[in-house]
């Protein structure tokens, strides 16, 4: 079992900056890639970023590249995706996730364990 708390959510104008974290616990951390996704009111959870076990390959949605980027720490248990020039449309509940494949997935099928969420809200 894995248990993910997110973090570092908020309000902000659009062109601004959050830093979302999320800290595991549980069993080993990296055994996990980690993922970020998010999800708009009355829509899917889509994908964001993930990373790979050894933090050495990341892959990330075409609308948040060159914006974002994710990172982890092992030794401390946690994920962090830095986020830079937001817009409206990156509005919604981000999650952190954990899936066994080790290696960086979009898929949400692979992810098996999720954090609650942590709301962010990017004003124009």
């Known amino acids: 079992q894995v248990q993910l708390v997110e973090s570092g959510g908020g309000l902000v104008q659009a062109g601004g900056s959050l830093r979302l974290s999320c800290a595991a616990s549980?069993?080993?951390?990296?055994?996990?890639?980690m993922g970020w996704f998010r999800q708009a009111p009355g829509k899917e959870r889509d994908f964001v970023a993930s990373?790979?076990?050894?933090?050495?390959?990341?892959y990330y949605a075409d609308s948040v590249k060159g914006r974002f980027t994710i990172s982890r720490d092992n030794a401390k248990n946690t994920v962090s995706l830095q986020m830079n020039r937001l817009k409206p449309e990156d509005t919604g509940v981000y999650y952190c996730?954990?899936?066994?494949?080790?290696?960086?997935?979009?898929?949400?099928?692979?992810?098996?364990?999720w954090g609650q969420g942590t709301q962010v809200t990017v004003s124009s």
């Open positions: 996730g954990a899936a066994a494949s080790r290696i960086p997935t979009a898929w949400k099928v692979e992810y098996e364990y």
């Open positions: 990373i790979s076990w050894t933090g050495a390959t990341a």
């Open positions: 549980g069993r080993i951390f990296n055994n996990y890639a």
